[in-house]
């Protein structure tokens, strides 16, 4: 995720980090190369066909309409992630707060806070598709067949045998099972959203459309714009291209992009309030490197 204050004027021009114009660069320029070619043509020959400017403004207008469809899903789909995993770290607060009232028996409280730690790297390894390998216990999961589950499952064993001994009232046991149904609820949307993209062909449509605008917009701007054409597709090309490829970053919003969301920072922030429980020293707070925190 790119964190900055408010852009300067120059800062429009020449900020590279957090813009989409290095993916978008290469096939803008092959569309304003396309336009360069029409006009040579068009003075070369003066066979080149002129449309109507009209009917490429409907077509504007509905490619237009498309696309903000699929911003407003894209973001939705980035928005709810970041509530989820606000919820995971409210939950990860409370459930701290809850074995320290409920679990007598400090051995008991530390392991239960190190298997929801471990439980919380594990879900963000997964939803990254990034192999188990993490701090405290996360590297003992490896192999299982889900192992945020297996941390999870793992927890509520650890519930349920402090309930069984005693170590924990029934009104505790309650407590800290529901608290654990919360965390997978959490952890259920967010699975949800990664294993249930933006059907494909809206994006296969999206990206025709865009590239036929484009290249058959000369064909309205020739005879008006002469030489300036290429300028004017080229800044169409990338209105159109760099929402298209916003909206694709944002419809995946646990990838480690730079619109993707902190999932590291989350849960560093998770293991800063779980250490005074744990009594330990908490860790510095994750910092963005060149404007970008991951």
């Known amino acids: ?14 900020a590279l980090r957090g813009s989409i114009v290095p993916r978008i660069a290469a096939p803008v320029a092959v569309l304003a190369a396309v336009a360069v070619l029409w006009v040579v043509l068009d003075h070369a ?4 066909p002129r449309l109507d400017g009209s009917s490429f403004a409907v077509f504007g207008i509905g490619l237009s309409l498309f696309l903000g469809f699929r911003n407003n899903a894209a973001y939705d789909r980035w928005w709810e992630a970041r509530k989820l995993w606000g919820g995971l770290l409210a939950d990860m607060r409370s459930l701290a707060r809850e074995v320290e009232v409920f679990v007598p028996d400090a051995a008991a409280r530390r392991a239960m806070l190190r298997l929801a730690l471990a439980f919380m790297h594990l879900h963000r390894l997964n939803l990254r598709r990034l ?3 993490g701090p405290g216990q996360v590297a003992d ?5 889900h192992p945020p589950c297996a941390a999870l499952d793992a927890l509520a064993g650890q519930v349920a045998e402090a309930g069984r001994n005693g170590q924990v009232d029934g009104f505790g046991a309650r407590a800290l099972t529901t608290r654990l149904a919360s965390l997978a609820a959490q952890q259920a949307g967010c699975e949800r959203i990664a294993n249930s993209p933006l059907p494909f062909v809206y994006s296969l449509l999206i990206y025709r459309t865009t590239y036929l605008y484009c290249l058959l917009l000369p064909l309205a701007l020739v005879s008006t714009t002469g030489w300036m054409t290429p300028v004017f597709v080229a ?6 291209l760099g929402l298209a ?17 902190a999932l590291d920072a989350i849960c560093r922030a998770a293991e800063i309030s779980l250490a005074p429980h744990l009594g330990e020293a ?12 991951s």
């Open 235 to 240: 800044v169409v090309a990338y209105m159109f």
């Open 245 to 261: 490829e916003v909206t694709e970053e944002l419809s995946h919003p646990f990838a480690p992009t730079q619109n993707g969301i």
């Open 141 to 145: 999961f490896a192999g299982m067949p």
């Open 282 to 293: 908490a860790p510095e707070p994750m910092q963005p490197v060149d404007h970008y925190l």
């Open 45 to 48: 020959t003066g066979k080149v």
């Open 131 to 133: 192999p188990v390998a």
């Open 1 to 14: 995720m790119i964190v900055r204050e408010k852009p300067q004027a120059w800062d429009l021009l020449t």
